[in-house]
């Protein structure tokens, strides 16, 4: 077997695969079809400083080659996740990672804080994507000043590997990229979804309740192998990537374009093993080619 190792940071993945935020629950919920310790890590749903109901239903939709949603960050708020689900997930042995949004810098640095707490969870993944409240509804994403103002107040109250969460929604992602590495963060991962919409012709209306949603799944794959391409040339810090991988073959391109680790995320929606499937993909892969370990073939594109 190939050595599947990698690093984030500080951050020791026994493997390259990851599960993306919003798509597998805490990790219990697949604890049936895989044996979790076997990911390299899990990245748990998004939680806020606050509960949040999220949108009004319908708000999933399926779409050719992928999927959209507009579940709006529906949670029990970071003091549940610490009190209830924290003390089931803490034995797990892999790397679980807490998936954090807020609607000000003042939210993320409190969240992040009382999650910095857990001693059993060695990372967070920053969603810099969601809607900035104290500027009129702007993501913090999609400027490089937005994205500054939350990774700073982060890095300021948290003291473990801190990964963020690109928006693909912008013109330059690799300048927003370096804004966040020059603020500290240890890594990022990218993309997130595509805004999108859907329309049912007959009844007149949009699929999902708020319009428009985040879209999914193979479609977007080209679009976010691109962006990690340029971002991985583009800062020093590892990338992580997803957006559309939905088997092996679809991970090693992303592991050439640049990216040190990946994460699954629609897919888990069609096959809850595929990302069991995908890391023994890339072992074999790797043996086929007379490649040693997987540090051989990232970034060789």
């Given at each position: 077997?190939?050595?599947?190792r990698?690093n ?5 993945l026994?493997?390259?695969v990851?599960?993306?935020s919003?798509?597998f629950?805490?990790?219990l919920?697949?604890?049936?079809f895989?044996?979790?310790d076997?990911l ?6 998004g939680t806020?400083?606050k509960?949040?109901e999220?949108n ?5 939709a399926?779409t050719?080659?992928g999927m959209?949603?507009?579940v709006?960050l529906?949670?029990k ?5 610490c009190e ?8 797990i042995?892999?790397?679980m990672?807490?998936n954090?949004s807020?609607?000000?810098?003042e939210d993320y640095?409190?969240c992040a804080?009382?999650?910095d707490?857990l ?8 969603n810099?994507?969601?809607?900035n409240?104290k500027?009129g ?6 400027t ?9 107040a982060v890095?300021?109250r948290y003291?473990?590997t801190?990964i ?11 300048e ?9 963060a ?7 979804t595509?805004m999108g919409m859907a ?7 949009t699929?999902?309740?708020?319009n ?5 799944g193979p479609?977007?794959?080209?679009v976010?192998?691109?962006?990690v391409?340029?971002?991985a040339k583009a ?6 990537g997803?957006?559309?991988i939905m ?15 990946i994460?699954?995320?629609?897919a888990?929606?069609?096959d809850p093993?595929v990302?069991i499937?995908?890391r023994?993909g ?13 540090s051989?073939?990232?970034g060789c594109?």
């Amino acid at each position: 077997m190939a050595d599947l190792r990698v690093n984030i940071g500080c951050l020791s993945l026994k493997n390259p695969v990851m599960t993306a935020s919003g798509t597998f629950g805490y990790g219990l919920e697949f604890a049936d079809f895989i044996p979790l310790d076997g990911l390299g890590g899990i990245i748990v749903k998004g939680t806020t400083l606050k509960p949040r109901e999220g949108n009004d239903y319908p708000r999933m939709a399926e779409t050719p080659q992928g999927m959209l949603n507009c579940v709006g960050l529906q949670n029990k708020g970071v003091d549940y996740f610490c009190e209830h689900i924290y003390p089931q997930i803490k034995e797990i042995d892999t790397n679980m990672i807490v998936n954090v949004s807020g609607s000000s810098p003042e939210d993320y640095a409190e969240c992040a804080a009382r999650i910095d707490a857990l001693d059993r969870i060695p990372a967070i993944e920053l969603n810099i994507s969601c809607p900035n409240v104290k500027d009129g509804g702007m993501a913090f994403g999609v400027t490089c000043v937005g994205a500054e103002s939350v990774v700073k107040a982060v890095r300021g109250r948290y003291h473990k590997t801190l990964i963020v969460k690109l928006s693909p929604n912008v013109t330059n992602i690799a300048e927003i990229a370096k804004a966040c590495e020059a603020q500290g963060a240890d890594s990022v991962s990218l993309i997130n979804t595509l805004m999108g919409m859907a329309i049912d012709i007959e009844k007149r209306r949009t699929l999902l309740s708020i319009n428009t949603g985040g879209l999914s799944g193979p479609a977007v794959k080209p679009v976010a192998l691109r962006m990690v391409w340029q971002v991985a040339k583009a800062v020093k810090i590892p990338v992580v990537g997803l957006g559309g991988i939905m088997n092996a073959r679809d991970a090693i391109e992303f592991l050439m374009a640049g990216a040190t680790a990946i994460e699954i995320g629609t897919a888990n929606f069609i096959d809850p093993a595929v990302t069991i499937k995908v890391r023994d993909g890339i072992d074999e892969w790797l043996d086929q080619h007379g490649c040693h370990s997987v540090s051989e073939i990232i970034g060789c594109i």
